[in-house]
């Protein structure tokens, strides 16, 4: 189908591409039963918007994978990055079949079945916007809902990877995923949130949740009162502070960029409600410092 027919059938409006979008999953030693449900809730999307799920192996491919309508890359070993490696593999190679927007999905993730359309409201209301900003709601792995929304998210002061749409005029932003320091993949988001403002993006967001975003980490179980298991996977915040080299970052992706912290922290490992993360320390710009 010609763009231009494709863009008459859906209100005339560059929503995407004439192949559709394309959703990047980056996945390592998850479950199947994970894997599956990811997976199902790109195929479960409402609507008739071809999409188009591509999954990235970091070293520990599943054989299952080959029989489901995926695209299933398989990288030879694992990185180390959070699985920012895959996520830029993926993104990289839609694009060059020529699939748009670009969308992320972590493994542990998955969409509600309005994402999609979602999508499609959102880029209708903000047609200039580079990047759109998906609502999310966070669960703990059992899928027990924590109620309220992550207040940065509001703000749009953080959005999570899997929140994120690049149209194509945002594409630049995507090789980033692969050159940051591998140190930086527990924030990757937060690295990519700050380079689409030093690039000068525009971007348009929404609160209404059509992403669910596994919070295994302490500040979910302590909103809904629980116990914190010993496997959370809390940001090592210190850590991240003594590897963290300017000079590396700017080297890797000519962004200056500084590790700061807010001064609402209450310490390195502080939290707030409702599942924002935004005591922990930010990435801003070197020029805003003194």
Request: aromatic share 10%; charged share 20%.
């Amino acid at each position: 189908m010609a763009f231009d027919d494709f863009s008459r059938r859906f209100g005339g409006a560059q929503v995407m591409g004439p192949r559709g979008a394309a959703v990047i999953t980056p996945y390592y030693k998850e479950s199947l039963e994970v894997l599956e449900r990811c997976h199902r809730s790109c195929l479960a999307q409402e609507g008739d918007w071809p999409l188009r799920h591509v999954m990235v192996a970091d070293g520990f491919a599943r054989p299952e994978i080959e029989g489901w309508d995926v695209e299933h890359i398989s990288l030879a070993r694992g990185h180390g990055d959070n699985g920012n490696t895959p996520r830029c593999i993926g993104a990289i190679s839609a694009i060059n079949q020529g699939y748009w927007p670009i969308l992320f999905l972590d493994a542990d993730n998955w969409f509600h079945p309005w994402h999609i359309s979602a999508v499609v409201t959102l880029r209708h209301r903000h047609p200039s916007a580079d990047v759109l900003a998906m609502g999310r709601e966070c669960a703990l792995p059992d899928g027990t809902l924590i109620p309220g929304l992550p207040e940065e998210d509001l703000g749009l002061r953080h959005v999570d990877t899997s929140s994120y749409v690049f149209y194509p005029s945002a594409f630049r932003v995507l090789p980033l995923w692969g050159m940051m320091p591998p140190y930086l993949g527990p924030i990757c988001d937060r690295f990519i949130r700050q380079a689409i403002d030093d690039y000068g993006l525009v971007m348009a967001g929404t609160h209404q949740p059509s992403v669910v975003f596994t919070a295994h980490y302490s500040w979910g179980y302590q909103a809904l009162g629980r116990p914190v298991p010993e496997d959370v996977h809390d940001i090592d915040w210190g850590r991240l502070r003594a590897q963290f080299d300017p000079g590396d970052v700017y080297r890797r992706t000519g962004l200056h960029l500084a590790l700061t912290t807010p001064a609402s922290a209450s310490g390195a490992a502080g939290t707030v409600h409702q599942g924002s993360s935004l005591s922990g320390p930010r990435l801003s710009p070197i020029a805003e410092q003194s």
